[in-house]
T-cell receptor, first 116, second 112 residues
Framework: EVQLLESGGGLIQLGGSLRLSCAAS????????LTWVRQAPGKGLEWVSS????????YYADSVQGRFTISRDNSKNTLYLQMSGLRAEDTAVYYC?????????WGQGALITVSS | DVVMTQSPLSLPVTLGQPASISCRSS???????????LNWFQQRPGQSPRRLIY???NRDSGVPDRFSGSGSGTDFTLTISRVEAEDVGVYYC?????????FGQGTKVEIK
């Protein structure tokens, strides 16, 4: 059974930094691209960042480019999202999802609240 | 960026009746590999999104066959043949062909 479990969310001050993790199981981790998608309170889904199976190629939304870094550790079956320079508009539930062109499995989400 | 435009944004439906959601993209979603990466996701209240349909018309395992996807190029449709109570939620189309990936605004399906 495929499982994706996010951790590392919480309350963070404006301008602060935080790292999200997503522990994966139930599939061959290093065969698949992975993605972060976020959802602000009461809003729709927003693609944030994707990484290819090897970690070589990464992609970012303009809204987070230069502030967020996606990475993966294939030896630990874990996906990361390092976030810095956090803004109020980064407040959202962050989901990790399996896939590159399409997302067949999603985690339960981690809430990040950026507060002044 | 590719803009994904869904309509309607709110869809009140009667139980047992059909429902359709339209999704239009501002550019063709045909990838250089020949695939069209148009996906549909369902998000029930308080839950994570769940994929229903991938590559336009491929239904995921466990998804009831009352859900179907169709379309090509820039024009796509999700159809529910007979709406059931468990179908209440928000439905999103999403393109996985171009960077950045983009989602539609979401269509809220509710029971009349």
């Amino acid at each position: 059974e495929v499982q994706l479990l996010e951790s590392g969310g919480g309350l963070i001050q404006l301008g602060g930094s935080l790292r999200l993790s997503c522990a994966a199981s139930g599939f061959t981790f290093n065969n698949y691209g992975l993605t972060w998608v976020r959802q602000a309170p009461g809003k729709g889904l927003e693609w944030v960042s994707s990484i290819d199976y090897s970690g070589t190629d990464t992609y970012y939304a303009d809204s987070v480019q230069g502030r967020f870094t996606i990475s993966r550790d294939n030896s630990k079956n874990t996906l990361y999202l390092q976030m810095s320079g956090l803004r109020a508009e980064d407040t959202a539930v962050y989901y990790c999802a399996k896939g590159f062109h399409t997302y067949d499995y999603w985690g339960q989400g981690a809430l990040i609240t950026v507060s002044s | 960026d590719v803009v994904m435009t869904q309509s309607p944004l709110s869809l009140p439906v009667t139980l047992g009746q059909p429902a359709s959601i339209s999704c239009r993209s501002s550019q063709s979603l045909v990838h250089s590999d020949g695939n069209t990466y148009l996906n549909w996701f369902q998000q029930r209240p308080g839950q994570s999104p769940r994929r229903l349909i991938y590559k336009v018309s491929n239904r995921d395992s466990g998804v009831p066959d009352r859900f179907s996807g169709s379309g090509s190029g820039t024009d796509f449709t999700l159809t529910i043949s007979r709406v059931e109570a468990e179908d209440v939620g928000v439905y999103y189309c999403m393109q996985g062909t171009h960077w950045p990936r983009t989602f539609g605004q979401g269509t809220k399906v509710e029971i009349k």
